[in-house]
């Protein structure tokens, strides 16, 4: 904040030492010095109450997200217990297997008879011989 080198402190303590004088000058710097740390104690005490109440806040925001993330994990449970629940519920008011299925107890049905094959009188077939084609001698 201020640039105090070396060379400009002297010159503030000689102009001290002749504004104020030997004699008063030690009782001054202490006093000097006490207020000077009176004020670096309350500057840390702000520094210290600022981040706790910065941690705080980060605490609660954390708090927030955790509480927000835990309230859907448990709204997606309870959909997913209340769909499993409607499932186990249609599957036992649903229809019995026997009626899907059919009775395992029962005789199994006949096959159709096939139709019987019967020529008509009135149909004839006649063969016709096949040829074989002549060869010619060239």
């Known amino acids: 904040m201020f640039d ?21 000058l030690p009782a001054l710097l202490r006093t000097i010095g006490k207020y000077v740390g009176m004020i670096k104690r309350h500057a840390n ?7 706790e ?9 954390i708090r927030k997200q955790v509480e927000t993330a835990t309230k859907e994990a ?3 449970m309870k959909s997913a ?4 629940e409607q499932h186990l519920a249609d599957a ?17 049905p ?4 096939p139709a019987p094959l019967t020529a008509s009188p009135t149909e004839t077939t006649v063969a016709t011989p096949v040829t074989a084609p002549e060869k010619s001698g060239a």
């Open 81 to 84: 217990e209340a769909n499993i």
């Open 53 to 61: 109440a910065m941690r705080e806040s980060e605490l609660a925001e």
């Open 4 to 24: 105090f080198t070396s060379s400009k402190l002297l010159i503030l303590g000689l102009v001290a030492l002749m504004v104020i004088g030997p004699k008063d």
């Open 110 to 113: 006949k096959p159709p008879e």
């Open 74 to 76: 448990e709204a997606t």
């Open 45 to 51: 005490d702000f520094r210290a109450q600022f981040e």
């Open 92 to 108: 036992k008011a649903g229809t019995d297997p026997n009626d899907i299925l059919g009775d395992p107890f029962a005789a199994p």
